[in-house]
């Protein structure tokens, strides 16, 4: 019975996900508003497999509408959205469009002057989860600056954060800007990617003011639930390891697995020298080429059956595997203050800080950027 009733409040609760992200409409769902726009324009598209609309993809739903689509430029992961992380994606020809394929995560990140000189206007639409090192943001940047630049109409479909729920981590510092950190921001931000496009504008963060318009959300706040429909990453399968991975990818700049190379990535974590009656074997696979501590057991922590999502950032997984290392020189590699957007974070971390003592040290220039976030929010 007990049995039962498990399965009944999983069904309950799945029938509630599903009714509450059927109730937020997209801006991509939005096509009155914005195909006016783009009548009788030569368009450009930033996207992805998550540029979806109703079960259709952007690219094909555009052009039954007979909208003149020139090119698609395509972020990290490319336009299939199956490619490693940080894998090298090269340009390439859409099999069922035949549209060119520009990659913004090959020999450039920034769309060109001459990928740029046959385009009136670019549409934005990729699901983003709403963390710093997430890197569709930073693509996001590039396509704003190229556009201010070659005076092009920037439209941005705007999609729900499902991190949107809390502000939290360092606030990234100027010497540690890279692509996985282009702004002064926390790891977690609390904005959509409509409202962060709008930051990026007014706060100056590129060379010249990008002319921008969002196609708002419908039915959205920031404490609203949303399920993705599309995994937006090889490694992002589901809800729970989205939820997981502002805190999970930390370890990224550590000689901890995350699960890439196993079924579960970003929703449990090992290593070889850890202790522990859980265990998981990263295998290279799709998605996960030559993952961390390939073809050996990792002892670690599950974190799938958590009963509560995470609105903070999780340290104590990171301190505790960091003091049970039995060789802490080899514990962080050169990638970790990226992620982390400064060097002080590892350096707490090593001199033993409590918790609860480097969370503090955050909240200055966190109550800072929240100053700086509410001006350019879009929902309550």
Not at 25 to 46: F, W
Not at 263 to 277: D, E, I, R, V
């Amino acid at each position: 019975m007990a049995k039962i009733r498990q399965i009944i409040c999983l069904i309950i609760l799945s029938i509630i996900i599903d009714t509450n992200a059927q109730n937020i409409t997209t801006g991509a769902e939005r096509v009155n508003k914005y195909l006016s726009l783009i009548t009788n324009k030569q368009v450009a598209i930033v996207g992805n497999h998550t540029s979806m609309l109703n079960n259709v993809h952007l690219v094909d739903s555009l052009i039954s509408h007979k909208i003149n689509i020139i090119k698609v430029f395509s972020p990290e992961h490319g336009f299939r959205g199956n490619e490693d992380a940080g894998a090298y994606i090269k340009d390439d020809i859409d099999s069922k469009t035949k549209l060119p394929i520009i990659s913004l995560y090959g020999k450039n990140k920034k769309p060109s002057n001459d990928d740029l000189k046959d385009i009136d206007i670019i549409l934005f639409d990729i699901q983003d989860v709403g963390v710093r090192f997430y890197t569709y943001i930073s693509t996001l940047h590039y396509v704003m600056e190229a556009a201010a630049e070659n005076n092009i109409e920037l439209i941005v479909l705007d999609r729900p954060n499902p991190n949107g729920h809390y502000i939290d981590g360092p606030v990234r510092e100027e010497n540690y800007k890279s692509f996985v950190g282009m702004h002064p921001v926390p790891i977690v931000y609390g904005m959509t990617i409509g409202e962060y496009a709008k930051m990026i504008n007014g706060e100056k963060w590129i060379s010249q003011k990008c002319n921008l318009k969002v196609i708002k959300l419908i039915g959205y706040n920031h404490d609203s639930h949303y399920d993705l429909p599309i995994k937006p990453s090889p490694n992002l399968p589901n809800s729970r390891s989205i939820n997981l991975y502002p805190s999970l990818c930390l370890f990224e700049g550590t000689n901890v697995s995350i699960g890439r190379g196993t079924n579960f990535p970003f929703q449990h974590f090992g290593a070889p020298y850890l202790k522990s009656n859980y265990s998981f074997i990263p295998k290279s696979g799709k998605g996960s080429k030559f993952p961390k501590h390939e073809n050996k057991k990792c002892y670690g922590s599950d974190l799938r059956f958590q009963e509560n999502y995470m609105s903070n950032i999780n340290l104590v997984w990171l301190i505790n595997c960091y003091n049970d290392c039995p060789n802490k020189k080899d514990f962080f590699n050169s990638f970790f203050d990226k992620l982390a957007g400064n060097e002080k974070l590892r350096k707490q971390i090593c001199e033993g800080k409590e918790t609860y003592e480097i969370v503090n040290s955050w909240q200055k220039d966190l109550d800072k950027f929240k100053k700086i976030r509410v001006k350019y929010l879009l929902y309550d």
